[in-house]
C-alpha cells in the first residue's frame, strides 16, 4: 500500500508540474499580448519576462527530474530480486516473524507433519506458475514461445466461472 501512495504521489507532483507549466506559458503570452498593445513599456516587459522565464526553467528542471526517479516497482524490486537470489541464506539469518511471512508466501495454507514427514502442502498460486514455467521450459528444448503453456495455470477452476 506504501509503494502505491508513493507512486500517486510522484504522479500527483508530476501532473501538478506540468499545470504549474502550463500556467506559467500562457502568462508568458499574456505578458507578451500586453507588451504588444502597448499597455506596459519595454522595461517593465523585459523584467516580468525575465522571472516567467525563470519560473519556468525551474519548474521545468523539476519536471525533468520527477520525470527520471525511478519508480517505486523499479526501487522494489531492486531491493526485492537479490534476496530471492539467496533466498536460503537469507531465511536462515532472518527471525521467527520473517520466516513465517516467507513460508507464507511460498506456501499457501499450512503443512501438515506426520512422523515427522510432510503429509500435505499446498504452494502458492505464484509459486505453483513458477514450477510449471520450469517444468514446460525444461520440456521445451528449443521452444522459445511458452505464453500458451502457462495460461492454464491462470485459469479459473471449473466451477467458478463469472455470472453473465
Known amino acids: ?6 507512486l500517486d504521489s510522484r504522479r500527483d507532483k508530476i501532473n501538478q508540474t506540468e499545470n504549474e507549466i502550463d500556467k ?3 502568462r508568458l503570452a499574456t505578458l507578451q499580448d500586453q507588451f504588444l498593445d502597448g499597455n506596459i513599456s519595454p522595461q517593465e516587459y523585459h523584467s516580468m519576462k525575465e ?19 525511478k519508480s ?24 521467527g516473524k520473517s520466516k513465517k511471512k516467507i513460508l507464507s508466501c ?17 504452494f502458492t498460486t505464484p509459486i505453483n506458475v513458477l514450477i510449471n514455467a520450469i517444468k514446460v521450459l525444461k520440456s521445451s528444448g528449443i521452444k522459445k514461445e511458452v505464453e ?3 495460461l492454464s495455470c491462470l485459469a479459473l477452476q471449473v466451477g467458478l466461472e463469472p455470472l453473465l
Open 51 to 69: 522571472k516567467v522565464e525563470k519560473d519556468l526553467i525551474g519548474l521545468e528542471l523539476k519536471l525533468k527530474s520527477l520525470k527520471q526517479d
Open 24 to 26: 506559467i506559458i500562457k
Open 106 to 122: 511460498i506456501f499457501s495454507k499450512k503443512i501438515v507433519l506426520e512422523k515427522s514427514r510432510v503429509a500435505t502442502y499446498e
Open 72 to 95: 517505486p516497482y523499479k526501487e522494489y524490486i531492486n531491493q526485492t530480486v537479490p534476496m530471492l537470489e539467496n533466498l536460503v541464506s537469507y531465511y536462515r539469518k532472518s527471525d
Open 148 to 150: 500458451n503453456d502457462l
Open 1 to 6: 500500500m506504501a509503494n502505491y501512495t508513493k
